[in-house]
């Protein structure tokens, strides 16, 4: 279990919301990773995968894919979907505590992908840091989170770019994009890179 006890404490909201607003969905996902200008070939680390909805990306490049999540409901459903996906190489999904397992992997992943996670952490810079280390010497770090969210579920309220430049050095790149939400609302989201 996790030493993160307000992280912890927000497990049971995230398992209530299965079916949830994020950039990483199709098409969203593809205008984001896009536009950075993200790996297409080798191997993908989704950090705070979810249901894996970002998998889509990784089995259209023909790239290896790992999601890792702290919510078993997620990952079995992330699990039960992919099952049936046709892939070269079928994603594989864990579920785990990413402060202890990030540590275990080996630099050289071509894309990280963390998207919409930093501000549900206690220590979203030790998350960063660990993203920065394992990423490959031509790879790239991609993660998104949204722009002055307040929110019950948030544990950081991200405002402008000097407070995300201060909380993750080395930042190589960052704008903000929209995203359409269910309720045909847009939504302003930090989208930032590091890469070597």
């Known amino acids: 279990m996790s030493s993160h006890a307000r992280e912890a404490a927000l497990l049971p909201n995230y398992n209530r919301k299965l079916d949830y607003y994020s950039p990483a969905s199709p098409p969203g996902l593809y205008r984001l990773l896009e536009e950075v200008g993200a790996p297409t070939t080798g191997s993908m680390l989704d950090v705070g995968c979810g249901d894996g909805r970002a998998a889509q990306y990784a089995i259209q490049h023909d790239m290896t894919y790992v999601g890792i999540d ?77 722009v002055n969210m307040p929110h019950e579920n948030h544990l950081q309220v991200f405002e402008n770019e000097d407070e995300l430049h201060k909380m993750f050095p080395g930042i190589t790149t960052c704008q903000i994009m929209q995203f359409d939400t269910p309720g045909k609302r847009k939504r302003d989201h930090f989208t930032f890179t590091f890469s070597l």
């Open 70 to 146: 702290y919510s078993p409901d997620r990952v079995n459903k992330a699990r039960g979907h992919y099952r049936t996906v046709p892939a070269a190489h079928p994603p594989v999904f864990a579920c785990g505590d990413l402060y202890t397992t990030l540590p275990h992997f080996a630099t050289g992943i071509s894309l990280i992908f963390c998207c919409e996670l930093l501000e549900h952490l206690e220590e979203p810079a030790k998350i960063w840091a660990e993203m920065k280390r394992i990423v490959a010497a031509d790879g790239m770090v991609v993660c998104s989170c949204p």
